[in-house]
């Protein structure tokens, strides 16, 4: 089944604590991002990647780091998180940029 | 910058009657992609549609449609005869020519509740 897979799907951690969310997927695809939800903000990309150990940031990248080693994996890392990174995330990918992106379920962090 | 508008934060309708979501956009370019992405209660993101600058034919698919208009830079959404199902929130998004259409930006998403 062609799919994105995000792990954790939910994670309460404290400020300092560095973490990683996961993000894996099937479809052989080129294009791969990070979006962060927020209530009244919508969807805001974090980092996109075009292949591997090609990624460049979005419009809210401040506090992330990113890395494509694998085509198929793409990890959302937090190096010291803070309240303001609670969110819900979302991972997504696409054949190409301009293609429909396919998302992964979702990671809910909490920040204490 | 590329920006999208999603001015409709929240719409109630009871089922069968017809509803707008409306998306408003903003870029310097010729050249861009405009989704929509569908989020019901379960929390995933659904891809709807698709649309590029050069082609502002309608779209219809069953009950939904889409309105391209670039002479008010507006792309819509309209759900004839509504049912309880579509209830979700509804994001509107671009990406442009000038980015090499990596960067998408979504509106702040149209949360639309149906009841029988």
């Known amino acids: 089944e062609a799919q994105v897979t995000q792990n954790p799907r939910y994670l309460i951690t404290v400020t300092g604590k560095k973490l990683t969310v996961t993000c894996s997927q099937n479809?052989?695809?080129?294009?791969m991002s990070w979006y962060r939800q927020d209530p009244g903000l919508g969807l805001r990309q974090i980092y996109y990647?075009?292949?591997?150990?090609?990624?460049d940031k979005g419009d809210v990248p401040e506090g992330y780091k990113v890395s494509r080693k694998e085509k198929r994996n793409f990890p959302l890392i937090l190096e010291s998180p803070s309240p303001n990174q609670t969110s819900l995330y979302f991972c997504?990918?696409?054949?190409?940029?301009?293609?429909?992106?396919?998302f992964g379920e979702g990671s809910r962090l909490t920040v204490l | 910058a590329q920006k999208v508008t999603q001015a409709q934060t929240e719409i109630s309708v009871v089922e069968k009657e017809d509803v707008t979501l409306d998306c408003v956009y903003e870029?310097?370019?010729?050249?861009?992609?405009l989704f929509w992405y569908k989020q019901p209660p379960s929390g995933e993101l659904v891809f709807l549609i698709r649309?590029?600058?050069?082609d502002e034919q309608n779209e219809i698919s069953g009950r939904y449609s889409w309105n391209f208009q670039k002479s008010t830079s507006s792309f819509n959404f309209t759900i004839t005869a509504s049912q309880v199902v579509d209830s979700a929130v509804y994001f509107c998004?671009?990406?442009?020519w000038g980015t090499g259409f990596q960067k998408l930006v979504f509106g702040t998403g149209t949360r639309l509740l149906v009841s029988p």
């Open positions: 990647s075009m292949n591997v150990e090609v990624t």
């Open positions: 479809m052989n695809h080129e294009y």
């Open positions: 649309r590029n600058s050069f």
């Open positions: 870029t310097r370019d010729t050249t861009y992609y």
């Open positions: 998004a671009l990406s442009e």
């Open positions: 997504a990918s696409s054949p190409h940029a301009t293609g429909e992106l396919f």
